[in-house]
Structure formats: structure tokens, C-alpha cells
């Protein structure tokens, strides 16, 4: 089975701190995601990773940066965080090599700014 | 651009019997995937069902099913028999490549 880790289940961080949240799989995936979660909302693409040290903006990339130096590994960094970015966060990744193959998710980190 | 929608954020049922989850989208491409996703109170998002465009016969995976009609745009799920541990969140996603499209979600009740 596909095994996705983030780091944490639950974060509490200050309003201007900078704020990395880890994600690692274990099953070769070329792609990973990194989605952001509200109700009402359904999950929004903030950035994705084709492969190592690639990476491409999604729909709501703005406050946020990632890195991808290694291909089981794909961080989310908030620069500077803002209570707006107090939200669900969810990694995925699948498998590039067969065509359209399911994204496989992480437990999800829940990211409190005060 | 693509688009998903579920209309019904909250739905009920009561233990064993059917219910369906109605799920629309918007494209102008002829071949694509579509997804239900499940996610159980406990969090992980876990994949239910996968539907090809190009292939006419409704994908089943035992008690979940979709009824997938094309010309319409719509990706229904049908839960026969539902269970307690069917409680969730259920999100359609259609694939447009390297991304998914998401629906915002029908919460799903299970009354025993």
C-alpha cells in the first residue's frame, strides 16, 4: 500500500512565523500535490510537483512556496503566516508512469495561525 | 475551464438502504477520468471509484457504484446497503491532467 506522512496532525503557529509542513511517500510517486482544505470549499491545488526540483503554481499558490530536492519529499512553507492561511492541509501523490492513476493522500495537517 | 459541482452538501440515509450522490462537471475535452473520493471523520482521503469516459459501462467496486452519463455530464454515485462506516465526506474529481478538479463536497449521514 501507498504510505503519504505528514510531519504533523495538528499545528499551532504565531501570525509573521515562517511554517514548514512536511510531506514523504514511500512508493516512487513522480507527482505530488499539496491541496488546501475548507468547508463548503472542497480542496484547492495551492502548488504541485511534477518531479524532483520541479514544481508548478496551482490555484491558490499566493503566501506559499514549496521545495522538492528529493522525490519523496515535497515541503509547503508559509513565508510569513497570516491567520487566513488557518486551514486543513492535505499532501498527495500518484504515480506519473500509468496514465491518470488516483492521487494518494496523507492524514491531513490541521494548521492553526493565531 | 473545468469545473465540478455537488449540489447536495449534506445527505441522509438510513442504515442499509440505497442513496445517491449526485455529481455534475463541465468540460469541453472527450477523454477524461472521474474520481469519488471518501473521507471518513478520521481524515485520510480514500479513492471509492474511478469511471474512464471513453468506456460506456458503469464502473461498480462491490456496494458503490456510478451511474456515468456522458452526454449529460453527470457522475452520480449510488451506496447500496449503507453501513455506519459509510459516514463521510464524499468529493467527485475529475482529471485534467496533472490536476483534479474538486466538487466541494456532500456529507454523508448514516442514521442507524
Known amino acids: 500500500d501507498v504510505k503519504v506522512t505528514q510531519s504533523s496532525r495538528y499545528l499551532v503557529k504565531r501570525t509573521g512565523e515562517k511554517v514548514f509542513l512536511e510531506c514523504v511517500q514511500d512508493?516512487?510517486?513522480?507527482?505530488m500535490f499539496w491541496y488546501r482544505q475548507d468547508p463548503g470549499l472542497g480542496l484547492r491545488l495551492i502548488y504541485f510537483s511534477y518531479d524532483v526540483k520541479m514544481k508548478e503554481k496551482g490555484d491558490i499558490p499566493e503566501g506559499y512556496s514549496v521545495s522538492r530536492e528529493k522525490k519523496e519529499r515535497f515541503s509547503l512553507i508559509l513565508e510569513s503566516a497570516s491567520t487566513n492561511q488557518t486551514s486543513m492541509y492535505l499532501c498527495a501523490s500518484r504515480s506519473h508512469r500509468v496514465f491518470n492513476q488516483p492521487q494518494h493522500f496523507g492524514d491531513g495537517t490541521r494548521l492553526s495561525i493565531l | 475551464a473545468q469545473t465540478v459541482t455537488q449540489s447536495q452538501p449534506e445527505m441522509s440515509v438510513q442504515e442499509a438502504e440505497t442513496v445517491t450522490l449526485s455529481c455534475t462537471y463541465d468540460t469541453s475535452e472527450s477523454d477524461y477520468y472521474l474520481f469519488w473520493y471518501k473521507q471518513p471523520p478520521s481524515r485520510q482521503m480514500i479513492l471509492v471509484i474511478r469511471q474512464e469516459a471513453y468506456k460506456q459501462q458503469n464502473a461498480t467496486e462491490n456496494r458503490f457504484s456510478v451511474n456515468f452519463q456522458k452526454a449529460a455530464k453527470s457522475f452520480s454515485l449510488k451506496i447500496s446497503d449503507s453501513q455506519l462506516g459509510d459516514a463521510a465526506m464524499y468529493f467527485c474529481?475529475?482529471?485534467?491532467?496533472?490536476?483534479?478538479?474538486w466538487g466541494a463536497g456532500t456529507k454523508l449521514i448514516i442514521k442507524p
Open positions: 512508493m516512487d510517486h513522480e507527482n
Open positions: 474529481a475529475y482529471d485534467s491532467n496533472y490536476q483534479l478538479i
